[in-house]
């Protein structure tokens, strides 16, 4: 079995945390587990450390630690001094105490869209300054599904079932439909991509220029947010005009008979406008011909919360 957490449960085994510990501090955070899958785990990295596992007075290599990617939470979580930059682990678990927001990046996660459109769209539609950094390592510690399969993906709903809220937005992802995944989560940008990075870009560039003497740490950070979005808003820009280019000459072919409408498939679309159809950048960009209602102004407002969602 496969776990997205399994990455936080190691940090907790490399200090030698025993099973109840184990599950006591995953139980904070409600992520699930079963306590038979505890010795797997621990197996994994036991033989890379025999020496310390095995002798209490024996000190963690802190070269293992970076190479299982393990020493910022590690360091972290058991306040020991490092020169490493742990404010992103800060960063991650203030996404990770926040049940909407965890709920979320999970569904995002599970639905594919990538790291950095979650920033984006957590940032922009919830009003936080969460950094890519935060994203990168709630994703790595809380949510890794790297070589997950589809089946892998799935068994998910079920892990994550007896919580309510988490399992219908597992199933919503599980979907494939990304939009309707974000509207009917809340998520849905209010803006488009474009408008939204613009209005980061300024955020951040004012920022930079108003803490650049006082608080140069601060400054840095906005000014490398600042290059950041204006180089994602410059793709967005030029994936944008190539969409434009594309829809101005699609034209749709009805056969009167049996009223079937011909339009061009994802991977035609995909490959017209240089780029995968499931990159979100490009898909935000064009119509979803499945779900074409939702573009209907009459259509009812946003569902109030998860539970509208049917079984």
């Not at 209005?199 to 950070?221: G, H």
Request: proline share 5%; net charge negative.
């Amino acid at each position: 079995m496969k776990w997205p957490h399994k990455k936080f449960i190691q940090a907790l085994l490399c200090e030698r945390y025993g099973p109840d510990q184990v599950l006591e501090e995953l139980n904070k955070y409600n992520l699930p587990f079963p306590v038979q899958e505890l010795q797997d785990i621990y197996m994994e990295i036991k033989p890379k450390q025999e020496a310390y596992f095995n002798h209490r007075r024996k000190e963690i290599d802190r070269d293992f630690l970076d190479n299982e990617g393990l020493h910022r939470m590690w360091a972290y979580y058991f306040k020991k001094p490092t020169d490493l930059d742990t404010n992103p682990i800060k960063g991650a678990f203030s996404l990770l105490e926040n049940t909407q927001l965890r709920i979320l990046l999970f569904a995002m996660a599970l639905a594919g869209v990538s790291p950095e459109d979650a920033e984006l769209i957590v940032n922009a539609k919830f009003d936080i300054n969460a950094s890519s950094e935060d994203i990168d390592s709630f994703l790595f510690y809380f949510f890794n599904l790297e070589n997950f399969n589809y089946s892998e993906k799935t068994a998910l709903e079920d892990i994550f079932a007896k919580d309510v809220s988490t399992k219908r937005a597992f199933k919503l992802a599980l979907t494939g439909d990304k939009n309707y995944m974000l509207w009917k989560l809340g998520a849905a940008p209010d803006k488009s991509f474009d408008q939204m990075l613009r209005d980061m870009l300024a955020d951040s560039y004012y920022i930079f220029k108003e803490k650049a003497k006082l608080d140069p740490d601060t400054a840095t950070k906005f000014g490398s947010l600042a290059v950041k979005l204006a180089d994602r808003l410059e793709r967005v820009m030029i994936n944008e005009q190539k969409a434009d280019d594309l829809f101005s000459e699609i034209k749709f072919d009805i056969e009167k008979n049996n009223e079937v409408v011909k339009v061009p498939t994802a991977d035609e679309i995909g490959a017209e406008v240089g780029g995968k159809f499931d990159d979100y950048e490009i898909k935000s960009k064009l119509p979803d011909f499945k779900h074409m209602e939702q573009l209907n102004p009459a259509m009812p407002g946003k569902p109030k919360d998860l539970e509208d969602l049917d079984d």
